[in-house]
T-cell receptor, first 113, second 110 residues
Framework: DAGVIQSPRHEVTEMGQEVTLRCKPI?????LFWYRQTMMRGLELLIYFNNNVPIDDSGMPEDRFSAKMPNASFSTLKIQPSEPRDSAVYFC???????????FGAGSRLTVL | GEDVEQSLFLSVREGDSSVINCTYTDSSSTYLYWYKQEPGAGLQLLTY?????DMKQDQRLTVLLNKKDKHLSLRIADTQTGDSAIYFC??????????FGTGTRLLVSP
């Protein structure tokens, strides 16, 4: 987990509120991934970036979700407006071009009431 | 099938061997992985195997790969209470995407 810092670790919000989750790789990496974990659906890939450019966002549930990566050391996942079904743990993961493994952050647990 | 499939739950006694099974979807997947998730934490890589291998051993861990059946297994020898966690298998699809199974919750009792 030390390679990726995610914040907040826990967030409780009310339906309709905007939620912003943050990911900071300790050092820049070529690829950054956002995953969502729920009991029903397991781990789902939402979107991934290569050199700060979104490559595949086919896993993003709907227009309420958006992700940005303004630089190699920072990414955000935003949900606006949030709904109870968005409650999940959201993970950020990184890898380098030549690597075959992902390094995960500790996750952000989101609860939407 | 479309999904990477794993059994949801496994319970063993301390000192026994644990075997966690996984069926993946794509026979052309180049790498297969096992990740471990402890409570409140992210996923940590345990081991991975390249698709041209049948077996990989790393201390108490043994990975077996059957490409014909698209079946992957993880054996943990001399299972300890500290091994209690959720174990995810994953396959590498395309150049960058890892697709994960639903996870197997391993409970080790004293």
């Amino acid at each position: 987990d030390a390679g990726v810092i995610q914040s907040p670790r826990h967030e409780v919000t009310e339906m309709g509120q905007e939620v912003t989750l943050r990911c900071k790789p300790i050092s820049g990496h070529d690829y950054l991934f956002w995953y969502r974990q729920t009991m029903m659906r397991g781990l789902e890939l939402l979107i991934y970036f290569n050199n700060n450019v979104p490559i595949d966002d086919s896993g993003m549930p709907e227009d309420r979700f958006s992700a940005k990566m303004p630089n190699a050391s920072f990414s955000t996942l935003k949900i606006q407006p949030s709904e109870p079904r968005d409650s999940a743990v959201y993970f950020c993961a990184i890898k380098d071009s030549g690597a075959n493994v992902l390094t995960f952050g500790a996750g952000s647990r989101l609860t939407v009431l | 099938g479309e999904d990477v499939e794993q059994s949801l739950f496994l319970s063993v006694r301390e000192g026994d061997s644990s075997v966690i099974n996984c069926t993946y979807t794509d026979s052309s997947s180049t790498y297969l992985y096992w990740y471990k998730q402890e409570p409140g934490a992210g996923l940590q890589l345990l081991t991975y195997i390249f698709s041209n291998m049948d077996m990989k051993q790393d201390q108490r861990l043994t990975v077996l790969l059957n490409k014909k059946d698209k079946h992957l297994s993880l054996r943990i020898a001399d299972t300890q209470t500290g091994d209690s966690a959720i174990y995810f298998c994953a396959e590498k699809k395309g150049f960058q995407k890892l697709v994960f199974g639903t996870g197997t919750r391993l409970l080790v009792s004293p």
